[in-house]
């Protein structure tokens, strides 16, 4: 349960920071902008990544977002 959990929760945090970096970016250059849940669970026209490649960087996005992000927040918060 625990690394099922784990998975599911950086998969989504990572998710949320690509969104947010890749729809400034995607609008800066006027490039065509993806849904939140093309960066969630993969393009609807899966040609250069696979669902397992997007949730491999989503999850490594994720961990470093939450320990360099997150967790300071936290602390801020509760100190």
């Known amino acids: 349960m625990g690394f099922y959990f784990g998975r599911v929760f950086f ?6 920071f690509r969104w947010c970096y890749g729809s400034i ?3 800066l250059f006027r ?27 989503n999850r ?3 961990a470093i977002g939450f320990v360099f992000l997150i967790i300071p927040i936290i602390k801020l918060i509760f100190d």
């Open 60 to 62: 490594i996005i994720g």
């Open 25 to 27: 970016w995607r609008t």
């Open 31 to 57: 490039k065509k902008k993806f849904t939140f849940k093309e960066y969630l669970y993969g393009p609807k026209e899966s040609d250069y990544y696979d669902d397992m490649g997007h949730q491999f960087n």
């Open 11 to 16: 998969n989504f945090i990572g998710a949320i």
